[in-house]
């Protein structure tokens, strides 16, 4: 049976990582090299045992809005069906929100952001 994506995702830290990929969908995804202006990455320690084995670590990237117009995240943009999307959620811990962006591209895409930055920003 065929996936249909229906999500644009896009991933600037660990979703990228090929182990986290067939541990969370159980496929690697197809992704496009994109970038999210505005914003700058810090990190946080995760301390959920099931993302730190997933990812081979407890310091993960997050993305908070930036003042300076220069700043930009790289990352890749991934198609998603509804249940990888829902597998995505679960495995983000509650640092982060689920928000819609729209990235240097054009796309508009979701992206996990610092929650703070998620509401700041108008996020689920």
């Known amino acids: 049976m065929a996936?249909?994506?229906?999500?644009?995702?896009?991933?600037?830290?660990?979703?990228q990582s090929r182990e986290v990929q067939l541990a969370r969908f159980g496929r690697l995804l197809d992704g496009t090299?994109?970038?999210l202006p505005r914003y700058r990455m810090t990190y946080i320690e995760i301390t959920d045992p099931d993302v730190i084995a997933a990812s081979g670590t407890n310091s993960h990237p997050l993305l908070v809005i930036s003042s300076e117009e220069t700043d930009v995240v790289e990352?890749?943009?991934?198609?998603?069906?509804?249940?990888?999307?829902?597998?995505?959620?679960?495995?983000?811990?509650d640092d982060y929100a689920r928000t819609q962006v729209v990235?240097?591209?054009g796309t508009q895409a979701w992206a996990?952001?610092?929650a703070q930055?998620?509401?700041e920003s108008g996020g689920r």
């Open 3 to 15: 996936r249909s994506a229906h999500h644009q995702l896009f991933s600037y830290g660990t979703l």
């Open 33 to 35: 090299p994109d970038a």
């Open 75 to 93: 990352g890749t943009v991934f198609s998603l069906t509804d249940d990888e999307l829902a597998a995505a959620d679960d495995y983000e811990v």
């Open 103 to 105: 990235l240097r591209s």
């Open 112 to 114: 996990y952001l610092g």
């Open 117 to 119: 930055a998620a509401e």
